[in-house]
């Protein structure tokens, strides 16, 4: 890993998104200019992620308002000592006072390209790895916050306040139930796992580690189960995917997590997408998410 030293005074303040221009010359200083970028994402005021290619290579440039990149430097950091698979992209450099972050840039095909494919053979080696990292991380001491049931209602507030009021409410009262008792954080968790983020091809990777916590694993697997969930009823259908069993089977559930855990984190998701897709038909959703009714979506998977 590198350490920049600190800025030169540039466009940049402590509060904007660093520009274009200040990230490449961060990155110029790893790969060796010239340099150019592909803009990936972009939150205006917020971060931005982009691609910047130079002569050695490539990396994820990660941009941050504020003081964000400090800390998630700090989260992805704690990775360089985990599991080799499956692959997490680790630390290159960082530029804490202009608030940048460099990181691998890993290969592979996002998940919802093998989801849109039919390819559950795909999504099972996904879901399986999942599960060995999970188990991997199990136990061990990590310099990581744990994500508590108070974070997970906050996370739920803030996207219900930007939701219609009616619906921020109604997702706010669906949830409550399974904001009353604590959980446990064993190990350590993505905090906002979905098929996006989740890389197939050789080898599976996961991308996007700037919430990384210590939680149960249930909560990345009911969070990636709540967005297959969305993809399975897009387009009106009420039937779950034989992907999304898949998903479900090649996690195995049986003896690795708590099965009223897992609709309880599910249920959970859901209520915070109804909020960010502005779709209430999500809480209605939520609420058949039982252990049985998980179970009975595993076995769809099982012939997959």
Same mark, same amino acid.
């Given at each position: ?107 592979? +095909?996002?998940?919802?390209?093998? !989801?849109?494919?039919?390819? =559950?053979?795909?999504? %099972? *080696? &996904?879901? @399986?790895?999942? /599960? ?5 991380? +199990?136990?061990?001491?990590?310099? !990581?916050?744990?994500?508590? =049931?108070?974070?997970? %209602? *906050? &996370?739920? @507030?803030?996207? /219900? ?144």
């Amino acid at each position: 890993m590198t350490v920049v030293p600190p800025s030169a005074p540039t466009s940049a303040t402590p509060l904007a998104v660093p520009s274009v221009a200040d990230v490449e010359r961060v990155a110029a200083a790893l790969l060796g200019g010239p340099v150019w970028t592909e803009v990936l994402k972009d939150k205006p005021g917020r971060r931005r992620t982009a691609r910047v290619h130079g002569q050695a290579g490539s990396v994820i440039a990660k941009a941050y308002a504020g003081d964000r990149a400090a800390r998630v430097a700090k989260r992805v950091g704690v990775l360089a000592d985990g599991p080799d698979r499956p692959v997490v992209p680790q630390l290159r450099a960082v530029d804490a006072d202009l608030g940048v972050v460099l990181l691998d840039d890993v290969v592979g +095909a996002p998940l919802s390209t093998s !989801l849109e494919a039919g390819d =559950v053979a795909a999504v %099972r *080696r &996904a879901a @399986q790895a999942l /599960a060995g990292w999970h188990t991997a991380w +199990a136990g061990r001491v990590v310099a !990581l916050q744990p994500h508590t =049931v108070e974070r997970e %209602r *906050r &996370a739920l @507030q803030r996207q /219900a306040e930007l939701a219609p009021t009616t619906l921020g409410a109604a997702a706010l009262r669906a949830a409550e139930p399974g904001l009353q008792t604590p959980w446990p954080a064993p190990t350590v968790v993505h905090r906002d796992l979905y098929e996006e983020q989740i890389l197939t091809g050789e080898t599976t990777a996961l991308i996007d580690l700037d919430d990384i916590a210590l939680g149960p694993p249930e909560l990345d697997v009911g969070n990636a189960l709540g967005h297959l969930l969305l993809r399975d009823t897009r387009g009106g259908s009420t039937a779950v995917s034989e992907a999304t069993g898949a998903f479900l089977h090649g996690y195995g559930l049986s003896g690795r997590l708590d099965p009223e855990r897992l609709a309880r984190c599910t249920r959970l998701t859901l209520c915070r997408l109804a909020c960010v897709h502005r779709a209430p038909d999500l809480l209605d959703l939520a609420r058949t998410v039982t252990p049985a009714a998980i179970s009975q979506w595993r076995d769809l998977g099982r012939g997959a």
